[in-house]
């Protein structure tokens, strides 16, 4: 694939501009998922599956994201959707800190009331998210997909960070008013600096819909059907269900094997998930500059990295293994840093590729390619973490000690890495398994400077 000239492709500072929605987005759903958890579990007494729950309903209502990216499909526009998205998204985020504190009150009334506030909530992450990522497959240039989707990722992880700090200091001392408040606070943030940045991005870029009157706007089952028939899409959502089922899996798991195997205490296993974190970064960054220079095929240097990360993820979870089972004179942290580095490679390889792919085929399908992979990727988020816990409880039950456990849970991640290396290398090859990339029409190249 090569990078034509034209003059609808977005900049460096566009690419910013969309990425600052990424980490608005992320700013209020770390609100949401986390500190309204903590203060169900912690200052309400609550049981952990109360929020889990929620967490996973709001997973599941984001499999509608097809429909919101075939919405913008048949429009032509996606900034509205953007906009809309965030604001419905804010709307959740304060009803589900209202039902919050109604729960101290009257526990029915505010689970119903938290209920539908996620179900608000996964409508507004569904709409914004995925017309974000579609906007930016759309009008970015093919060698830029890698930085692109590095800069989309790490943002969402510094609105995770500064919201995470700041709303923290501003919520002490705590009282449910003043959970209400910052909440209405951050949720209003994130909703004018989202139509900041996405503020006259499209312009002419959104001149006529993309998918046409002449095309008698199909259906939404019609055009699901259709992106679900292309080999190419079919293949890539069976990768994302499996990747991310095996990327998610550790999340609620790693800190408590840190806990019961080596002892850490909380705070040395919160500096554990640091270290991790700190080499998603690294993976993240390397691949992304690796991305952009490459000379050959973009698609396929994508294509190769997801399959070096799934790799590298599996070997560093055998690692885990061996931590599991030769306990504290292990190297842990070098381990888990290893896990992290891996799984930003992958991370940002496979969502270069998505963004690549989300492109190829018919043109007018952007949208709803980009919302069914997110739907995919919400599945396996959903039942990913409870899976990992779950695995653990009974292992628990067969091993009469826990480092063969946890040992047994991570090959059984790692196992899962490998199946989505080889879903990986699947995409982009033949009915023939030639590695070559799909041919791409003219017309549906992405636009370029």
């Known amino acids: 694939m090569d990078d034509r000239v034209n003059h609808d492709s977005i900049g460096w500072f566009g690419i910013f501009r969309l990425g600052l929605i990424q980490a608005a987005l992320g700013a209020i759903v770390i609100l949401t998922t986390s500190t309204l958890n903590r203060v169900m579990v912690v200052e309400l007494a609550l049981p952990a599956i109360l929020p889990g729950a929620l967490v996973g309903w709001h997973y599941a209502v984001q499999l509608s994201r097809p429909r919101w990216g075939y919405g913008s499909d048949v429009g032509g526009a996606r900034a509205p959707w953007i906009i809309g998205g965030m604001m419905t998204l804010a709307i959740g985020a304060v009803s589900a800190a209202v039902a919050t504190a109604l729960m101290a009150q009257n526990p029915s009334a505010g689970i119903v009331a938290a209920v539908i506030s996620f179900f608000i909530i996964g409508v507004g992450v569904g709409a914004a998210g995925t017309n974000q990522l579609a906007l930016l497959a759309t009008h970015t240039k093919p060698s830029r997909?890698?930085?692109?989707?590095?800069?989309?990722?790490?943002?969402?992880?510094?609105?995770?960070?500064?919201?995470?700090?700041?709303?923290?200091?501003?919520?002490?001392?705590?009282?449910?008013?003043?959970?209400?408040?910052?909440?209405?606070?951050?949720?209003?943030?994130?909703?004018?600096?989202?139509?900041?940045?996405?503020?006259?991005?499209?312009?002419?870029?959104?001149?006529?819909?993309?998918?046409?009157?002449?095309?008698?706007?199909?259906?939404?089952?019609?055009?699901?059907?259709?992106?679900?028939?292309?080999?190419?899409?079919?293949?890539?959502?069976?990768?994302?269900?499996?990747?991310?089922?095996?990327?998610?899996?550790?999340?609620?798991?790693?800190?408590?094997?840190?806990?019961?195997?080596?002892?850490?205490?909380?705070?040395?296993?919160?500096?554990?998930?640091?270290?991790?974190?700190?080499?998603?970064?690294?993976?993240?960054?390397?691949?992304?500059?690796?991305?952009?220079?490459?000379?050959?095929?973009?698609?396929?240097?994508?294509?190769?990295?997801?399959?070096?990360?799934?790799?590298?993820?599996?070997?560093?979870?055998?690692?885990?293994?061996?931590?599991?089972?030769?306990?504290?004179?292990?190297?842990?942290?070098?381990?888990?840093?290893?896990?992290?580095?891996?799984?930003?490679?992958?991370?940002?390889?496979?969502?270069?590729?998505?963004?690549?792919?989300?492109?190829?085929?018919?043109?007018?399908?952007?949208?709803?390619?980009?919302?069914?992979?997110?739907?995919?990727?919400?599945?396996?988020?959903?039942?990913?973490?409870?899976?990992?816990?779950?695995?653990?409880?009974?292992?628990?039950?067969?091993?009469?000690?826990?480092?063969?456990?946890f040992a047994t849970v991570f090959a059984a991640e790692g196992l899962l890495f490998l199946v989505a290396a080889v879903c990986a290398a699947r995409v982009g090859t033949s009915s023939s398994d030639e590695m070559k990339l799909p041919a791409l029409p003219a017309g549906d190249i992405v636009p370029a400077e």
């Open 145 to 405: 997909k890698s930085a692109a989707a590095a800069i989309t990722w790490i943002m969402m992880i510094i609105g995770f960070i500064i919201t995470a700090g700041v709303a923290g200091a501003m919520l002490d001392p705590f009282s449910m008013l003043r959970l209400i408040q910052v909440t209405a606070t951050v949720s209003v943030i994130a909703v004018i600096v989202s139509a900041i940045a996405v503020w006259g991005l499209e312009g002419r870029r959104r001149a006529a819909p993309r998918i046409s009157e002449a095309d008698e706007k199909p259906s939404f089952i019609v055009i699901l059907k259709e992106v679900w028939a292309d080999q190419q899409a079919r293949r890539f959502t069976i990768f994302v269900l499996v990747s991310m089922l095996a990327y998610s899996a550790q999340d609620l798991i790693l800190e408590p094997f840190a806990g019961m195997v080596y002892d850490y205490t909380p705070g040395e296993s919160t500096s554990l998930a640091a270290t991790q974190n700190m080499g998603v970064l690294l993976g993240m960054i390397v691949t992304a500059i690796l991305g952009t220079v490459v000379g050959k095929s973009r698609a396929r240097f994508m294509r190769q990295w997801t399959v070096v990360g799934c790799f590298s993820s599996a070997a560093a979870l055998a690692a885990l293994c061996m931590a599991a089972l030769v306990g504290p004179s292990w190297p842990l942290k070098p381990s888990v840093f290893a896990l992290g580095l891996a799984n930003g490679v992958f991370a940002v390889s496979a969502i270069g590729s998505m963004m690549t792919l989300a492109s190829a085929g018919q043109k007018g399908r952007e949208g709803t390619r980009m919302g069914l992979w997110g739907g995919a990727q919400a599945i396996s988020f959903g039942i990913g973490g409870f899976i990992g816990a779950s695995a653990l409880d009974l292992t628990r039950i067969v091993y009469a000690e826990i480092g063969p456990a």
